[in-house]
């Protein structure tokens, strides 16, 4: 189904120019547009091209803006480039206030311990954004940053700091002027916690129905289990030997050495001079490396919001495949939908952690 999307072209002042409209005969009309969403701060970009002959796209230019509703979300953009011929005009624009993109802040350095919306104020001196979800509220941190950076930038910085994920939400006028960007901030997507998005218990994606086709790629050529640190100061072990081991891993992928104790080992440093840093840090790693590497494709489009959950199932993979997946990137066309596309990540196998009472429902329910 093709939808008709309204788009207002603004001048640099959030005046309304013109209007993209397919379906007004007199209007500029629109084609091979693409609407890409991403994860990370709810970014999204647009292209189209249109004719270039047609009186109105004189406004087309670098600096104005575009503005639509779909789907009671709205989206605004600035144009960041323009190609233009005689016939035909390529349009890119990027969502986010200019201001986030083009304003710079200093280094700064906390002197206490500090809440996110107070770093908020002193890094979003002008106001920019509207503050309004806050998972991470009550946590404060004592953090430095040396060097400068792009208001974007430090903000994203300030979310990893925090473990959070940023939403940047514009909300628009009814004449499609911007009113503000809303910033929502979420705990990050872990094993307790969604982040941005929704966990869609009311979505199964099928082999044969929604999805098209699942590759499952599995790699141990970077696999080890053994890890010897060293940071500024070698550090030793109680055994002696500085190693950090992963027996189950042993196990199952033993070295090739025949005569020794069959673990791969590698030399690992961190920059530190703390101990339990540096073992802490080296931990992480092994736990990391010590499995098979596995990526996933799966192809296919489904119309989920960015950062949404959901579980894919495919029945005629061999064995069945029962995976959950999260959505980091949207790509869309208003005026050809057979373009669109979905892109996963943060996959999880489920086969192994649903016991067969609960297989055996999810299998009765994919088959009704």
Not at 72 to 90: L, P, S, T
Not at 127 to 132: A, E, G, I, P, V
Not at 202 to 224: A, F, H, N, P, W
């Amino acid at each position: 189904m093709i939808d008709n999307i309204r788009i207002a072209v603004l001048s640099a002042y959030d005046e309304v120019r013109a209007f993209l409209d397919n379906d007004a005969p007199e209007s500029m009309h629109y084609y091979d547009d693409e609407l890409h969403e991403y994860l990370k701060g709810a970014a999204s970009t647009y292209t189209f091209k249109a004719d270039a002959q047609h009186p109105e796209s004189v406004n087309l230019v670098e600096g104005n803006k575009l503005a639509f509703k779909w789907r009671k979300k709205d989206y605004y953009f600035n144009i960041v480039r323009v190609i233009r011929g005689e016939y035909e005009v390529e349009v890119e624009a990027y969502s986010l206030n200019l201001e986030l993109l083009n304003e710079r802040v200093d280094a700064y350095k906390a002197a206490k311990a500090m809440k996110f919306s107070e770093y908020l104020n002193v890094f979003d001196f002008e106001k920019t954004l509207s503050l309004n979800i806050n998972e991470v509220a009550d946590k404060t941190i004592t953090h430095e940053w040396t060097g400068s950076d792009t208001v974007l930038a430090r903000i994203y910085s300030l979310a990893t700091v925090f473990d959070a994920e940023a939403e940047f939400v514009p909300i628009l006028n009814n004449d499609y002027s911007l009113k503000k960007i809303v910033l929502n901030v979420y705990k990050k997507n872990s094993s307790t916690d969604q982040g941005m998005g929704r966990y869609r218990q009311d979505i199964i994606l099928r082999y044969g129905k929604e999805v098209s086709g699942i590759t499952k790629t599995s790699d141990i050529t970077e696999l080890y289990t053994a890890i010897r640190p060293t940071g500024k100061v070698e550090y030793q072990s109680l055994a002696g030997d500085g190693c950090i081991r992963a027996v189950q891993a042993r196990d199952r992928f033993p070295s090739n050495n025949v005569g020794t104790d069959r673990y791969s080992t590698v030399d690992w440093s961190y920059d530190t001079d703390n101990v339990n840093t540096l073992y802490g840090q080296a931990l992480a790693e092994l736990k990391k490396n010590c499995v098979p590497q596995v990526q996933y494709e799966v192809e296919g489009y489904f119309d989920t919001d960015i950062g949404d959950t959901v579980t894919i199932v495919d029945d005629v993979y061999n064995p069945p495949l029962y995976l959950q997946a999260r959505v980091t990137e949207q790509s869309r066309s208003f005026t050809d939908p057979a373009q669109n596309k979905t892109i996963f990540d943060n996959f999880k196998e489920l086969q192994s952690q649903i016991d067969s009472a609960l297989m055996k429902a999810m299998q009765k329910l994919i088959a009704e």
